[in-house]
């Protein structure tokens, strides 16, 4: 548990760090790294931590944080956009200081934010800020809030997954998903939940990729406002997408309950443990030089080559 910084370059160069030497909490969501070197981690209950030349400094809910639960944070040049289980804050300047700190959540936006419960957060052209949350997706373009839900087109009508989605949870005994009753909002089925927003990407053509609960893959066009969606029907091999990101290439990387998946805007190719995979759980993508790739998964990571012209992964080392 915890961050280890990794130099990938040999074989037993790394740094922990965790709650023994400065992190308030062992649980990660997320890292952000900057081009001046400095690391933000959004951890589980320990707030927001910056790592800067190795001295580490913890950012919490005195400074202003809306919530110690951080799941993910984006900079547009010097401005911090961070999400919480308990709205979005915009940090402006210095942020050890409350002026700096202004929260957004359902209620002050009036419901632009659709939900408090925000998982990620992506920055579009002319500075829109789309939000991925637990109710749906939402969108800020300094001005006005919008918003756009399942009713909208969000994730997959339930007749088209519903038999690909049994017992696909069972895996994910312990999460804040399966302890909700369903009287709740924004639950229903625990297997089904097309507006919860599990993972999001904008990629170079400017499209919004969503991935939803149980609903499959979702594509938005922000222009159009039009969702298309993505099912195992369609050839992904699971419908709960906990992972997006993009390649040099240009291809689009999903991870799901069923694996890796490779889509280039026509065919999906999926590489599983029998490719290599630690884990056919794939929680988490990064990409590095010379066509490797980092899979996060149960268990551990894989790396994995890319071989650009046949598609084939190789599995070069596991962690």
């Known amino acids: 548990m915890g961050v280890i910084k990794y130099d990938t370059s040999t074989i037993n160069s790394y740094k922990i760090y965790d709650n023994r030497n400065g ?8 890292i952000l790294n900057k081009k001046n070197n400095q690391t ?15 001295k580490l400094l913890n950012i919490n809910t005195p400074q202003g944080l809306n919530d110690s639960f951080v799941y993910d944070q984006k900079f547009i040049n010097d401005v911090m956009w961070i999400a919480t289980w308990s709205g979005v804050n915009r940090v402006k300047g210095d942020p050890l200081d409350p002026l700096s700190w202004t929260s957004f959540t359902v209620k002050n936006t009036n419901g632009g934010l659709i939900d408090n419960w925000v998982y990620s957060i992506e920055v579009g052209e002319g500075d829109n800020i789309w939000f991925g949350t637990e109710a749906g997706l939402s969108l800020y373009d300094g ?22 989605n049994i017992l696909a949870t069972d895996a994910f005994q312990g999460s804040h998903h399966n302890v909700q009753s369903d009287d709740l909002p924004n639950t229903g089925h625990s297997n089904y939940r097309p507006n919860y927003i599990v993972s999001m990407l904008l990629d170079t053509k400017n ?16 222009k159009s406002k039009i969702f298309r969606n993505f099912t195992v029907k369609d050839g992904l091999p699971g419908n709960y997408i906990l992972a997006l990101n993009q390649g040099s290439d240009g291809n689009l990387w999903i991870g799901s309950n069923k694996g890796l998946t490779r889509f280039n805007g026509t065919l999906f190719k999926t590489y599983s443990k029998i490719n290599g995979l630690i884990s056919d759980y794939v929680f988490s993508i990064e990409f590095g030089v010379n066509n490797f790739i980092w ?24 962690k």
């Open 143 to 164: 001005r006005q809030w919008y918003k756009w839900d399942h009713n909208n087109g969000l994730g997959a009508a339930y007749e088209l997954v519903k038999d690909d």
């Open 40 to 54: 933000w981690i959004g951890t589980y209950g320990g707030g927001l931590t910056l790592i800067d030349s190795n």
């Open 23 to 30: 992190l308030l909490s062992n649980g990660i969501f997320s």
């Open 295 to 318: 899979v996060g998964g149960h268990h551990g990571i894989t790396k994995l080559q890319i071989d650009n012209v046949t598609g084939r992964l190789t599995r070069l080392e596991k």
């Open 207 to 222: 499209r919004l990729w969503i991935g939803t609960w149980g609903g499959g893959l979702s594509m938005f066009d922000p």
